[in-house]
């Protein structure tokens, strides 16, 4: 099978679809619920405009998907998702999408996403899986690191960082709402961010 971006959608979709009733648990008990009805919501409609990406250049689609997300989305990750594409489609104007370009691409999507949830590192959010990625590819692009290893990397980095929430407080979002009471749950957008980003590397894999 080709890689496509319609490949990578629907293997996305799969993996969201796989683990609604984990998500939304995950959700409603430091959150409202609702975190994966919003992301399932975002994919549909990127699964409807597939044909229309598959022929756009990288930064016109990542763009596309920024804004497809932040219009359907709902939530505090349908704006926050969308901005993570938007300045992704930003940093890849007039590159090509590969291994050397793609971690500051990524970087800067991240760094949006950062200064739009005002949020970083340990704070029970998306940006605990997010960021721990950022610093492995960074790593893995000055060390020369095989594709295959990166991804790898990428994919295990995701899960520890997704994993690390468990034990935080949350300080941003609905969840800090909760202080003390949010330790001892995963953190609904970290473990989506985790099951998507792991979606995409074993696409890129095969
Ligand atoms: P809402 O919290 O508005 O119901 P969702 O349920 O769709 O939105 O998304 C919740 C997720 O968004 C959280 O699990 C967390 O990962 C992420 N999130 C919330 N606020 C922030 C923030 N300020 N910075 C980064 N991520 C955040
Ligand atoms: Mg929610």
Redesign the pocket.
Do not use: Y
């Given at each position: 099978m080709p890689v496509s971006l319609s490949n990578i959608i629907t293997s996305i979709q799969h993996c969201i679809n796989d683990n609604i009733d984990e998500v939304t648990e995950?959700?409603r008990a430091i959150?409202?619920g609702?975190?994966v009805i919003?992301?399932q919501r975002g994919l549909e409609a990127l699964a409807k405009i597939d044909d229309e990406l598959s022929i756009l250049d990288w930064s016109p689609a990542l763009m596309k998907i920024g804004m497809t997300l932040m219009s359907t989305?709902?939530?505090?990750?349908?704006s926050?998702f969308g901005t993570l594409f938007i300045s992704m489609a930003k940093a890849a104007k007039g590159k090509d999408l590969n291994s050397s370009t793609f971690p500051d691409i990524f970087m800067a999507g991240v760094e949006s996403?950062?200064q739009?949830?005002?949020?970083d590192l340990g704070?029970?959010?998306?940006?605990d899986t997010l960021i721990p990625v950022v610093n492995s590819l960074q790593a893995d692009r000055s060390n020369t690191v095989p594709f295959n290893q990166m991804l790898d990397n990428v994919a295990s980095e995701a899960i520890k960082g997704m994993e690390s929430t468990k034990d935080l407080i949350a300080t941003?979002?609905?969840?800090s709402f909760l202080g003390e009471r949010s330790k001892g749950h995963i953190?609904?957008?970290?473990r989506t961010?985790q099951l998507m980003i792991c979606a995409i590397a074993e696409v890129l894999t095969q």
């Amino acid at each position: 099978m080709p890689v496509s971006l319609s490949n990578i959608i629907t293997s996305i979709q799969h993996c969201i679809n796989d683990n609604i009733d984990e998500v939304t648990e995950l959700d409603r008990a430091i959150g409202d619920g609702d975190h994966v009805i919003n992301l399932q919501r975002g994919l549909e409609a990127l699964a409807k405009i597939d044909d229309e990406l598959s022929i756009l250049d990288w930064s016109p689609a990542l763009m596309k998907i920024g804004m497809t997300l932040m219009s359907t989305m709902g939530g505090a990750s349908g704006s926050l998702f969308g901005t993570l594409f938007i300045s992704m489609a930003k940093a890849a104007k007039g590159k090509d999408l590969n291994s050397s370009t793609f971690p500051d691409i990524f970087m800067a999507g991240v760094e949006s996403v950062k200064q739009r949830g005002k949020a970083d590192l340990g704070e029970k959010t998306m940006l605990d899986t997010l960021i721990p990625v950022v610093n492995s590819l960074q790593a893995d692009r000055s060390n020369t690191v095989p594709f295959n290893q990166m991804l790898d990397n990428v994919a295990s980095e995701a899960i520890k960082g997704m994993e690390s929430t468990k034990d935080l407080i949350a300080t941003k979002g609905r969840a800090s709402f909760l202080g003390e009471r949010s330790k001892g749950h995963i953190d609904a957008g970290a473990r989506t961010s985790q099951l998507m980003i792991c979606a995409i590397a074993e696409v890129l894999t095969q």
